[in-house]
């Protein structure tokens, strides 16, 4: 169970909506990922062609929307982008996302931390995308963001876990749930975040561009319990040198 | 784009002109016009909308009492998939 605001989430495997063929198979595959928390995006409309089924579906499926700030360069502009938000979804839930590079989409700390902390105030519950950085997830944390989003490498980037050694120094010193956000890649990525003691993933693209994306949604979400439990369970304590599994008594010389 | 046609000024020449600018764009409407009528007009879907007039966030209940003037900005956003 993710405990997220004093809410309770039954899956620890958050998925996105974008990048799907259509959405009955996002549909499909959100429905197989077992996810309740389900994010999705804003985007300026003209006309009635322009907007799609994904909110119809979510509905239906009667999860939480978590919306996005994606478009965001600054936090004034990801604050408006909230605002848009709660009043299109009436979720108090945001994802907060304020990237102005194109090119790696990685996130800005200082904006993000500047919206964290006015949405905050606003009554959001604020999951913040940042970096991997200890020091920043701590002043998200202290700001009273609901959890911390560091990335595992570039958004859409299937990269995995490429912040591996800064995850494991941020779920050491969080007090609030951390979610490994952006750049899974397999579902073994998700599975060794899990094991590290994340307290859930975020994966949108490593499903929706999947040959079988509802396939590999519960690919996904196999691994993310796998993870879960294995953390519980306590893994062994992993040496350089062999340790005998068997008596290594030398029977046949007696 | 124009939105109006002669056969409706026609019919309501009392009605003014007014141009917008939705979503960057510039339109010409009939005036008085609210902006729960722009919507319908539009056939734009209300459901997951949010509208900003004049860089100012209008919650739903209010679209219907909000007349638009000459030169208003009208900027309307729908829910979309995402990650």
């Known amino acids: 169970m993710l405990r997220l605001a004093n809410h309770h989430f039954s899956s620890r495997l958050l998925t996105g909506t974008g990048k799907f063929n259509s959405a009955t198979t996002m549909r499909d595959a959100i429905h197989a990922a077992g996810s309740d928390l389900v994010t999705l995006a804003m985007k300026r409309v003209i006309t009635a062609t322009q907007s799609d089924d994904t909110l119809t579906h979510l509905k239906k499926l009667g999860v939480t929307l978590l919306p996005n700030t994606s478009g965001a360069k600054t936090a004034e502009e990801a604050v408006f982008a909230a605002e848009l938000a709660f009043e299109a979804t009436g979720s108090q839930w945001i994802k907060l996302e304020i990237h102005p590079d194109q090119r790696y989409l990685l996130p800005d700390p200082i904006e993000t931390l500047k919206a964290a902390e006015i949405l905050v105030k606003k009554g959001f519950y604020v999951l913040p995308y940042c970096g991997a950085d200890p020091v920043l997830c701590k002043r998200l944390e202290e700001a009273g963001c609901a959890a911390v989003m560091p990335l595992g490498a570039p958004i859409g980037s299937n990269k995995g876990l490429q912040t591996k050694p800064f995850i494991r120094i941020i779920v050491e010193q969080a007090n609030v749930p951390v979610i490994v956000d952006a750049g899974i890649g397999r579902p073994s990525d998700a599975m060794a975040a899990m094991e590290l003691g994340v307290d859930a993933v975020l994966v949108n693209t490593a499903i929706a561009t999947a040959r079988n994306p509802v396939a590999m949604a519960e690919a996904f979400a196999c691994a993310v319990k796998t993870g879960r439990k294995a953390f519980e369970a306590g893994l062994g304590k992993s040496h350089y040198i062999g340790a005998a599994t068997s008596p290594l008594t030398s029977f046949l010389e007696s | ?83």
């Open chain 2, 1 to 83: 784009m124009n939105h109006t046609s002669d056969s409706h000024i026609s019919i309501e020449n009392s009605r003014q002109r007014i141009e917008l600018v939705v979503n960057g764009e510039n339109k010409t409407y009939l005036s008085p016009i609210t902006l729960l009528e722009l919507v319908m007009r539009d056939a734009l879907r209300q459901e997951g909308t949010a509208i900003a007039y004049n860089q100012s966030i209008v919650s739903r209940c209010q679209w219907s009492n909000t007349h638009l003037k000459d030169g208003d900005q009208i900027d309307i956003f729908t829910l979309v998939a995402g990650g």
